[in-house]
T-cell receptor, first 111, second 114 residues
Framework: SQQGEEDPQALSIQEGENATMNCSYK?????LQWYRQNSGRGLVHLIL?????REKHSGRLRVTLDTSKKSSSLLITASRAADTASYFC???????????FGQGTTLQVKP | NAGVTQTPKFQVLKTGQSMTLQCAQD?????MSWYRQDPGMGLRLIHY???????DQGEVPNGYNVSRSTTEDFPLRLLSAAPSQTSVYFC?????????????FGEGSRLTVL
């Protein structure tokens, strides 16, 4: 499986603004997932995008995948203070496990 | 369903002591894994298992042992605790079929080694 490297490491925005964070990976993947972690808690799955998909939506989340650039982005629209959390991506290229995460993007949404 | 249950939630050890972190899931997931997370860091994979009787090493396996005798349980053993193993440990599980790849995480076990 492929390590996800998130960028930026930290992001601070005002409530109502959009938040965009990026993920890069190194080799081919079958799917890429985004997770969210509230302080002191376990990660929670947000969304999965397959390698044959270019864009996917879920509520206020929009994920894009560019396999030619080996990158993905997560857009959170109309952010809320409750979106304050760390966000991680991970890519998988096989069914053998070994999902590896990067250091994540820490998002702070100010009320 | 309880999901993924980790015990204990908090533990303090002295250097050289051994202990086992327990992880159980009731979702009949084939895949289970252990991660550690240090302050301000992402998660690093310690060991994982794709089914009962099968385990493999992750990124940082040294100092840890695992076994998978049942589908439900995946304990993580620290053989001789060291201060460098002070961390928050997360267990996760998932299906490995039908494209259902998402990981379900436990709430974490906070370990301090003095």
């Amino acid at each position: 499986s492929q390590q996800g490297e998130e960028d930026p490491q930290a992001l601070s925005i005002q409530e109502g603004e959009n938040a965009t964070m990026n993920c890069s990976y190194k080799t081919s993947i079958n799917n890429l997932q985004w997770y969210r972690q509230n302080s002191g808690r376990g990660l929670v799955h947000l969304i999965l995008i397959r390698s044959n998909e270019r864009e996917k939506h879920s509520g206020r989340l929009r994920v894009t995948l560019d396999t030619s650039k080996k990158s993905s982005s997560l857009l959170i629209t109309a952010s809320r203070a409750a979106d304050t959390a760390s966000y991680f991506c991970t890519g998988s290229s096989s069914n053998t496990g070994k999902l590896i995460f990067g250091q994540g993007t820490t998002l702070q949404v100010k009320p | 369903n309880a999901g993924v249950t980790q015990t204990p939630k908090f533990q303090v050890l002295k250097t050289g002591q051994s202990m086992t972190l327990q992880c159980a899931q009731d979702m009949n997931h084939e895949y289970m894994s252990w991660y550690r997370q240090d302050p301000g860091m992402g998660l690093r994979l310690i060991h994982y298992s794709v089914g009962a009787g099968i385990t493999d090493q992750g990124e940082v396996p040294n100092g840890y042992n695992v076994s998978r005798s049942t589908t439900e349980d995946f304990p993580l053993r620290l053989l001789s605790a060291a201060p460098s193993q002070t961390s928050v440990y997360f267990c996760a599980s998932s299906y490995r079929t039908s494209g259902r790849w998402e990981l379900f995480f436990g709430e974490g076990s906070r370990l301090t080694v003095l």
